[in-house]
């Protein structure tokens, strides 16, 4: 027997009774979110909207059981549930929060939808509504930034307008003569959704009952996927969590970088450039070859934890014929490294180095860690290595 649909007549409405016809163990749980039994049940009528359309289920009660997945198995509908219901009358519940903002995004998907058509030549080939963002594939050329703020703007003028939004019933060829936009081919009489002077297409689903209910339609990112163009857009109550986390980060980068929200794109400029004008110096620093064909490096660093001087060394370690003389004036640690290739003996150097200048350490041939006892004889420290290694 045909579930009733009561969502078709009133999709506003939030409670409802109906007569359990069959309460059956669900044998294998067809949803990811099952971890305990289940329970299907099929009712005479319900207001619970199925997965269809690109429109996620509704979420509820069924007298005392919460309703987890709601599904077409053609004409019925299905409930699962997480405990079982007895035959008989009982009393159903929608989660009106939940089914509320899919209204508002499906039916701002309608207007969304006719707005890249009517004005872009833009149709849609498929709606996905997701718990965070909506998005529409559209097909043809790219959609400009101009066409996505021209449809975005064009659907906004007729939320402003508060159209009213019809469900309209009559079959193929009649709908057809009222200009629905996407054609059928079924029998009987069938069920379309009209945005008054605005669009008119064949729908199952829950809709407002005026275009002001969906609330600001905001157009995000457009990105390829295979032929199409996928346009991510939200609508209503989203609209503004968005905006309002838009804003958050705006505010929070800018406080990072020291500077006012719309000042933000000049100073991450002004930071990059920075940052590649650092990484350029190191580089050349690395790229300075002395006579022989031997590169030292020798570098007094302040403000730099002992474990970057490692980091340092491990790259210059990777350079032919490198010494690197390395040294934090904060703490006298030095650390002498060189690329095997380079031939000096770095445990040697450091130990010249200690018997002129009080302080201690060891290493290798090619790796060298020391502490000097007055950290202010860093620089001195890097001058002695430096010649030892230039006179050897
Ligand atoms: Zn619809």
Redesign the pocket.
Known sequence: MATRRLYYDDAFETEFTARVISCESALVPSFPEAKAPAWEVVLDRTSFYPTS?G?PHDLGKLGDANVLDVRDAEDEIVHVVDQPVELGEVKGCINWPRRFDHMQQ??G??LLSAMFQERFGLPTFSFHLGTEICTIDLRGPEPTEEILEGAERAANQVVFEDRPVNVRYGTADQLSQLGVRKKVNRNGILRA?EIESADL?P?????VKRTGQIGLVLVRRCTKVRDDWRVEFVCGRRSERFARHDFQLLRQTAEKLSCAPEDLVSAASRVLAERDANFKSFRAMLQRPDRDGLRIISRVFEGTPADYLGFFASVIGKSEKTVALLSTTEDGHLLFAQSPSAGKNMSAVLKQVLEKIDGKGGGTRDFARGRLDDEASAERALLLAKEMLVVD
């Not at 729908?203 to 809709?207: A, D, E, V």
Request: charged share 0%; net charge neutral.
């Open positions: 359309g429109q499906h039916t998907q309608h959704i297409q729908c199952g689903g829950t809709h």
